[in-house]
């Protein structure tokens, strides 16, 4: 786990709630999770997962999501998992 993800859990454990978009800026979350999707080239997640996983709203996850696959860094496959485009 990065360390702006560990940043992220620690933040969310003191708040006791997810995080939502306007606690950090989404470019940041984008730049965390495409950190982390490198460091784990197989990595496949769902967006609940991403909620689960980075202590994320739904709201957050989305859009984080939908930008890395417009920026063809992430592709959704058919039963909806997110993966690093070209991996299969």
């Known amino acids: 786990m990065s360390s702006f993800a560990r940043d992220c859990v620690s933040v969310e454990e003191k708040k006791g709630l997810a995080m939502l978009a306007t606690d950090i800026d989404i470019s ?33 996850c989305t859009k ?3 930008r890395l696959v417009d920026d063809h860094f992430l ?12 991996c299969e």
């Open 64 to 66: 984080v999501f939908d």
């Open 28 to 60: 940041d979350c984008v730049r965390m999770i495409r950190a982390e999707y490198l460091e784990m080239p197989g990595l496949s997640l769902t967006t609940r997962q991403c909620e689960r996983l980075w202590h994320l709203d739904a709201e957050t």
């Open 75 to 86: 592709r959704r496959t058919d039963d909806d998992m997110y993966v690093k485009a070209g």
